[in-house]
């Protein structure tokens, strides 16, 4: 499941991070060019009010990379400066299994704007503040296998650029300070061989829109202040950060967020509740997290995945999780809950859009009137629990167990923080609202009960 939501996820926030910056002044630095050759009056016009001095033959070869083109060869200025830095990463690399580097030979750094087969990976557009001056704006070095032991020196050296992506590379080294990039808003340094701490340099990138740094191999906590970047994409799945999810989760404008198969220990912070605004799938599965199921993940109205599964998670359902009215698919699977499933999260397969609740692996004791229809339909999954008469669950000494552990028990609050047309419990009753977290006061229904 946790391959299906990455790649799910990826391709949408790549469609939807383009679409929204079409507007934008970053408009002109999209990801890879394209169009018919623009009049040579606008491709080599001068880059700003104070053009950078053209590089000279003799800088142009002092990478070492052997004869160098003619600066007047050069579309532009810009380009021209960018060449020896091209050259010079290409001496770094050490394995080329499709030989893309063959192509980053002559002056034609722009080629692929022309549809020319040149530089493969380097794409051109015009930036904001040079608007008739042609150069490089993204690289994409997705699926090439490039070996190289830094980046460093190679991608902060290109001024207007956009973006960086290199998933499934062989990558490796610090993270280069991209700060003075003033256009940049997307990194991908997923499936490489980074290690060591978070990249610190990161964190600075105020305009960042996506970040995806899974499938490397780093480790140690998260910074806080990551969660406060303005990205609508975070992937950091598939690492080995631990530690604690910091309480400034919270503070995330993220649309997708995947921390899924680390190893992350403690709960889920309760802050959740502050993305409501932003948040759409989220993924904590296959860590360490424990601690009781936060009823603040009922607040978060727009959750379309939701999915903790494979951790520690303890207690009962919290009824706010009937709420969740966009919620597709749900996964509370191998972790320590019980009680009984809630009616009200069942109830959202027919109300809401739930097509997949996966609760197995499990302690729950019995399922609602409206959930057995989802057990028979295969849209909830129990097995592994000890519900009695049901099939595949529990030993009963197993569950007799878990159910003496005083250490395994959470509070309950009988409280629904939304309106659920048609919905009445047998039992309802006023709330303690005091009982209530501070962000469902004042609304709701409220039902009696535990688990």
């Known amino acids: 499941m946790a391959?299906?939501?990455?790649?799910?996820?990826?391709?949408?926030?790549?469609?939807?991070?383009?679409?929204?910056?079409c507007g934008s002044d970053r408009a002109g630095?999209?990801?890879?060019?394209?169009?018919?050759?623009?009049?040579?009056?606008?491709?080599?016009?001068?880059?700003?009010?104070?053009?950078?001095p053209a590089p000279s033959s003799a800088s142009l070869a002092a990478c070492g990379c052997g004869p160098a083109p003619a600066p007047w060869q050069f579309l532009n200025q810009k380009l021209a400066a960018l060449w020896p830095v091209i050259q010079a990463f290409k001496k770094t690399i050490t394995c080329d299994p499709h030989g893309v580097t063959a192509t980053w030979e002559g002056p034609e750094l722009c080629s692929s704007y022309f549809n020319g087969t040149k530089y493969k990976g380097f794409y051109c557009d015009f930036p904001p503040n040079a608007p008739t001056t042609l150069?490089?704006?993204?690289?994409?070095?997705?699926?090439?296998?490039?070996?190289?032991?830094?980046?460093?020196?190679?991608?902060?050296?290109?001024?207007?650029?956009?973006?960086?992506?290199?998933?499934?590379?062989?990558?490796?080294?610090?993270?280069?300070?991209?700060?003075?990039?003033?256009?940049?808003?997307?990194?991908?340094?997923?499936?490489?061989?980074?290690?060591?701490?978070?990249?610190?340099?990161?964190?600075?990138?105020?305009?960042?829109?996506f970040l995806d740094l899974r499938f490397?191999?780093?480790?140690?906590?998260?910074?806080?202040?990551?969660?406060?970047?303005?990205?609508?994409?975070?992937?950091?799945?598939?690492?080995?950060?631990?530690?604690?999810i910091p309480d400034s989760f919270g503070s995330t404008g993220a649309k997708y967020l995947v921390v899924a198969n680390n190893q992350f220990t403690g709960p889920i912070p309760r802050s959740i509740y502050n993305t409501s605004a932003t948040l759409s799938e989220v993924l904590f599965l296959?860590?360490?997290?424990?601690?009781?199921?936060?009823?603040?993940?009922?607040?978060?109205?727009?959750?379309?995945?939701?999915?903790?599964?494979?951790?520690?998670?303890?207690?009962?359902i919290p009824l706010s999780f009937g709420c969740l009215s966009d919620v597709e698919e749900l996964n509370l699977a191998g972790n320590q809950l019980y009680g009984q499933v809630p009616d009200v999260v069942c109830l959202l397969a027919k109300t809401g859009k739930l097509q997949n609740l996966s609760l197995s692996d499990n302690f729950f004791h019995s399922v609602g009137h409206h959930c057995m229809e989802l057990v028979r339909s295969r849209v909830l999954d129990v097995r592994r629990n000890c519900i009695l008469g049901f099939p595949d669950q529990r030993p009963p000494i197993e569950c007799a167990a878990f159910y003496a552990d005083p250490s395994k028990h959470c509070p309950f609050i009988p409280h629904i923080p939304c309106e659920l047309p048609g919905y009445h419990h047998p039992h309802a009753a006023k709330a303690d609202v005091a009982a209530l977290p501070a962000a469902a006061h004042g609304h709701g229904q409220t039902q009696e009960g535990g688990n």
């Open 3 to 21: 391959a299906r939501h990455a790649a799910v996820v990826a391709l949408l926030v790549l469609a939807a991070a383009h679409v929204a910056l």
């Open 29 to 52: 630095v999209v990801a890879h060019g394209g169009g018919n050759a623009p009049p040579a009056a606008n491709v080599t016009g001068a880059a700003s009010s104070a053009p950078a």
């Open 135 to 209: 150069t490089v704006a993204s690289i994409d070095f997705n699926g090439f296998g490039l070996c190289a032991p830094s980046l460093a020196g190679f991608i902060d050296q290109f001024p207007d650029l956009a973006l960086f992506h290199a998933n499934s590379n062989n990558f490796s080294g610090d993270v280069p300070d991209l700060t003075h990039l003033p256009y940049f808003y997307e990194l991908d340094l997923s499936n490489n061989n980074f290690s060591g701490s978070f990249p610190d340099t990161v964190v600075p990138l105020g305009g960042l829109l």
């Open 216 to 244: 490397n191999k780093y480790a140690g906590a998260v910074p806080p202040p990551v969660f406060d970047l303005t990205v609508e994409a975070l992937f950091l799945n598939n690492n080995g950060f631990n530690g604690r």
């Open 286 to 316: 296959n860590n360490q997290l424990s601690g009781c199921l936060p009823y603040e993940i009922g607040l978060v109205e727009g959750l379309v995945v939701f999915d903790a599964g494979g951790n520690e998670v303890m207690g009962p």
